[in-house]
């Protein structure tokens, strides 16, 4: 060991003998600043975009209005892929077609039903076949979101 090596061990091992020393108050106090205001924007965020999500909704529903439509649907046997939702105090069970990669998905553990009013040509990517006659007509459906706001599953107001 040379002389600029034992200056070294001898100032480590004097700084060890002081204990910890944590970061200046200024520093921590700045830190936790930053972390609250990152904390805070992303809040806003959150809420703003799920408010502006329901009031889109929400437009398009008031839009459309109530308009009855018979479209022209004919199912693929997808009956045997339906999704059960079971109901609250003595409802009965709610039945939902499967919407594509829902499967993928993780399980649902709290469910929220949304109405929404969809073109009848939309059906045809889950499986329907649709007749081109009133293809862009909307339909109201029920739309299955899971805990984590992703769609699982439809099914269709008559």
Do not use: C
């Not at 108050?25 to 990152?38: I, M, P, S």
């Not at 990669?101 to 990517?125: D, F, G, K």
Request: proline residues 6%.
């Amino acid at each position: 060991m040379n002389e600029n090596d034992r200056e070294l061990l001898e100032g480590l091992r004097s700084l060890a003998a002081d204990g910890q020393q944590g970061a200046p108050l200024r520093v921590e106090e700045r830190l936790l600043a930053e972390f609250q205001r990152r904390t805070r924007v992303r809040r806003a965020a959150f809420w703003s975009s799920g408010i502006a999500a329901i009031a889109a909704t929400l437009t398009v529903m008031m839009f459309l209005g109530s308009k009855q439509h018979a479209p022209v649907i004919a199912q693929t046997g997808m009956e045997a892929n339906m999704i059960e939702v079971p109901g609250s105090q003595g409802e009965t069970a709610m039945s939902f077609y499967p919407l594509p990669e829902a499967s993928e998905l993780p399980p649902v553990e709290n469910a929220t039903i949304v109405r929404v009013a969809l073109p009848v040509s939309s059906l045809r990517s889950i499986g329907f076949q649709v007749s081109d006659e009133g293809a862009n007509e909307p339909v109201e459906a029920d739309v299955l979101l899971g805990q984590d706001g992703l769609a699982r599953g439809v099914r269709f107001v008559e």
